[in-house]
C-alpha cells in the first residue's frame, strides 16, 4: 500500500475537565477521500483545528509527506502542501474571480500580500490562476465580482484558490453546507475528481455526499474515533446507526 500522505497519530485535546479529542488516530492515502463523520460536539473541528496548526494538541502528532509537521504553523503547514478550504471564506468579496485565485497564486511564492494587485501585471501568477480557474469550470466567470456568484461558485471559487498552491492534501470543514442540491452536486463532481491530484479529509455532515465520495469513513463520537471503515462497513455497523446515523444509514 502507498504510503499516506497524512497521518494523525495519538492526537489528544482537552478543554479544561473536557476531552474533545482522546487518541484520534487515521491516515489519508493517495487519491483518497477520508470522511470525518459525528455528531454536533464530537471533536470534528478540534480535529481539523489541530491537523492545520490552529490548535496545538496536548498530545500526539500530525505527519505531512513523512514529516512531523506537529511544531508547524498554519502558514508553514500550507506552504509544505496542506491545503485547509471552507472553514471560514478567506475570498475578498469585491474583487473580480482572477484576482481572487491570483492572491492565492501569489501566497505560493511567499511574496508580501500588499503587492498582489501588481501582481495582475505578473503573467506566471496570472496563467497559474487562470489554470486553477479552468479546473474547477470557472473560467467564463473570471471577471465577475465574488460577491456577484452563487454560494456554490464561491465553493468552487475556494478550492480554485486551493490549488494555486499546488496542494498535498486538501482537509475540507464542510463544503456542503448552505449549499442547495444543484450546488451540492456539482461541487460532489469537482471534489470526486479532485482527489487524484491531492487526497481530501473531508468533514461533512452531508451524508449523501459522504457516501458518493468516501473511500472510507472514520466516525468520531466523544472525541474518540468509533470506527475506520469503508461506506458499506460504516453503514452496517449497529454501533454507528446507535450513535450517530440512525435512518440516514
Ligand atoms: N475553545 C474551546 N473551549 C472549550 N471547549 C471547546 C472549545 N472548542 C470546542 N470545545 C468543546 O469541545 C467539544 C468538541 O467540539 P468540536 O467543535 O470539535 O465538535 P464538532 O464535532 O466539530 O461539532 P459540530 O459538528 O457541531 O461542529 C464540544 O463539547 C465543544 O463544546
Redesign the pocket.
Same mark, same amino acid.
Given at each position: 500500500m502507498a504510503d499516506p500522505v497524512l497521518e494523525v497519530r495519538g492526537l489528544g485535546k482537552r478543554?479544561g475537565a473536557?476531552v +474533545?479529542n482522546e487518541e484520534v488516530t487515521l491516515d489519508l492515502r493517495p487519491g483518497e477521500i477520508h470522511a470525518v463523520i459525528?455528531p454536533?460536539? +464530537?471533536?470534528?473541528?478540534?480535529?481539523i483545528a489541530q491537523i492545520c496548526g490552529a490548535l496545538r494538541p496536548d498530545s500526539g502528532e500530525v505527519w505531512l509527506r513523512g514529516e512531523d509537521v506537529t511544531g508547524l504553523s498554519v502558514a508553514q503547514r500550507a506552504r509544505k502542501g496542506m491545503a485547509r478550504t471552507f472553514q471560514v471564506s478567506a475570498l475578498a468579496m469585491e474583487d473580480s474571480v482572477l484576482e481572487n485565485a491570483v492572491l492565492g497564486a501569489l501566497g505560493a511564492t511567499g511574496s508580501p500580500w500588499r503587492f498582489w494587485r501588481a501582481a495582475l501585471d505578473h503573467a506566471a501568477l496570472v496563467d497559474r490562476a487562470g489554470a486553477s480557474l479552468a479546473r474547477v469550470g470557472l473560467s467564463e466567470a473570471r471577471h465577475r465580482r465574488v460577491a456577484d456568484l452563487s454560494h456554490g461558485q464561491r465553493r468552487q471559487l475556494e478550492v480554485a484558490v486551493a490549488l494555486t498552491l499546488g496542494p498535498r492534501a486538501f482537509v475540507m470543514d464542510e463544503p456542503m453546507a448552505g449549499l442547495g442540491s444543484e450546488g451540492s452536486a456539482d461541487l460532489t463532481h469537482l471534489l470526486d475528481a479532485l482527489r487524484h491530484e491531492a487526497p481530501i479529509l473531508l468533514v461533512e455532515?452531508d451524508m449523501d455526499a459522504v457516501f458518493a465520495l468516501a473511500d472510507r469513513i472514520s466516525v468520531?463520537l466523544y472525541?474518540r474515533v468509533l470506527m475506520t471503515g469503508t461506506v458499506a462497513e460504516v453503514r452496517a455497523s449497529a454501533e454507528v446507526r446507535a450513535a450517530y446515523l440512525g435512518d440516514a444509514a
Open positions: 478543554f473536557l +474533545a459525528g454536533n460536539g +464530537a471533536g470534528k473541528s478540534t480535529l455532515h468520531l472525541g
